[in-house]
Each structure stands twice: as structure tokens, then as C-alpha cells.
């Protein structure tokens, strides 16, 4: 990704400009890297990924910059991690394996919603041509555009609000990212996605969660359950749950 351009931040109706350079304090060990192709090689090939183009990602974003400070020892380890406000950052092999069922490519426009730390969003950004993502906390959707901004992201747009109702201005999307559970798959979603375009997204189910695959194929979507896992709900902005 280039460093020259601008990362957009959008709080509701305000539109924040970040100039973007990756001008952070280097403060990290000397060994992330190494760290980081161990994770990608036993807890991201290991398990059966094979897209070369997740595995450059994967190797390429820096997942401790990331976390908070107090987690940096713990970013490469196979495990999600707190970033603060009751939320969390996935475990790398969910990350990689959500993105990789998406079958992105550069020609690809992303809707990710639950932007968290920003780590997906990267990861993401490093494949695709644009990523929107919605994250309904402020001051993590502010803080995930900062660590952006920093490591050079000019193709990611972070917008502050509900991420249920989507992002109808940008839309179609060719993929849908969801990072958080609400009890069904909500319908704005399945509206923006463009036709072939495809939909991830953790559902609540009687026995706990589903990951669960849509797809828009002549209008119709089609839907598959390919994982359970376990992720945050998804709330409203009263908080209360979806």
C-alpha cells in the first residue's frame, strides 16, 4: 500500500481527513517478523489455507501493531486478544480463513462491519482494491483508523456507526466481512452485495454460533454453515443486541 494518500474517517455526517505515513515508534521487538511467519506457517498453513494471496497478507501486516501495548508479547499467539470496550481481536487462523472463503482479489470493493482493531481491514487492504469498514464503538473506530494511517492503509475507509444497515453509499460490495453475531443475517447486507458477490458473517444459533456463507447468485442467495465459532454479538448504538 502506498503512504502518500489520505485514510478517510467518517464519524456519522463528519468527515475526518487523516494524512496517512508510517511514522510510528518503533517500540516492538526485533523478532515480530519471525514471530509472524512462524503463525502463518503453523497456525495459518498448518490448518489447510492455501491462498497464496492470504498468505502474503498474513505475513505482510504487522498483527502486533495491532493489539495494545500489553498484548504486543501475545500477537502472534493462536488465540483472539482484548483490544478494549468488551471486544476483541480474532484469532489469526479465523481471520485468514474468513477472508480466504471470500475469494477476494485485487478487482474487489469490501464491506467489512465490526471494524475492531482494524486488523481484518488490513488484511483485507492488502488483497482488495477498497475496504469500507463500520465500527459502532467511537473510540475504537478512531483508534483502528489511526493504526491504519500509520501503517500506510490509503485504500481503507473507516466509518463510526451501526454496521447493521450497511454502508448504502458505497454499495455494491463484491464480499461482506461481519466480525460480530447478531441473531440473523441482516437484511441491508444482503441487499449490497453485488450479484456472485459474497457474504461471511457469524450467526447465533441454538447450540451457540455459526459461520456461516452466503452467496448472490441470479438474485438468489444461497446459504452454507462452514465453521462454529465464537464472536462478539453484534450490537445496536443503545447497546442492546441484534
Not at 497464496?52 to 498484548?71: G, Q
Not at 482494524?118 to 467511537?138: F, L, P, R
Not at 447468485?217 to 453484534?234: A, H, N, Q
Request: net charge negative.
Amino acid at each position: 500500500m502506498g503512504t502518500d494518500k489520505n485514510i478517510l474517517l467518517f464519524c456519522g455526517a463528519v468527515l475526518i481527513m487523516i494524512t496517512s505515513g508510517c511514522d510510528a515508534k518503533e517500540r516492538y521487538p526485533d523478532n515480530m517478523q519471525e514471530l509472524r511467519e512462524r503463525m502463518v506457517k503453523k497456525q495459518i498453513e498448518a490448518r489447510g489455507i492455501n491462498d497464496k494471496k492470504v498468505i502474503r497478507a498474513m505475513l505482510k501486516v504487522e498483527r502486533h501493531k495491532f493489539v495494545p501495548e500489553p498484548f504486543v508479547k501475545h500477537a502472534y499467539e493462536d488465540r483472539p486478544l482484548p483490544i478494549g470496550e468488551g471486544q476483541t481481536i480474532s484469532q489469526p487462523y479465523i481471520v485468514a480463513f474468513m477472508t480466504e472463503v471470500l475469494d477476494l482479489d485485487s478487482s474487489k470493493r469490501v464491506l467489512e462491519i465490526g471494524t475492531g482493531s482494524g486488523y481484518q481491514a488490513a488484511v483485507c487492504a492488502e488483497i482488495c482494491d477498497s475496504v469500507y469498514t463500520i465500527e459502532i464503538i467511537d473510540v475504537l473506530g478512531k483508534r483502528a483508523a489511526e493504526v491504519l494511517k500509520e501503517c500506510g492503509y490509503t485504500n481503507v475507509a473507516v466509518k463510526i456507526g451501526d454496521g447493521y444497515k450497511g454502508w448504502k453509499e458505497h454499495a455494491p460490495f463484491d464480499a461482506v466481512i461481519v466480525t460480530c453475531a447478531p441473531s440473523h443475517v441482516p437484511q441491508p447486507l444482503i441487499d449490497q452485495l453485488a450479484e456472485g458477490g459474497k457474504l461471511i458473517i457469524p450467526v447465533d444459533v441454538a447450540l451457540g454460533q455459526d459461520l456461516v456463507l452466503l452467496t448472490k447468485e441470479k438474485g438468489e442467495i444461497k446459504r452454507k454453515s462452514v465453521l462454529p465459532v465464537r464472536f462478539v454479538p453484534m450490537t445496536k448504538e443503545d447497546g442492546t443486541e441484534y
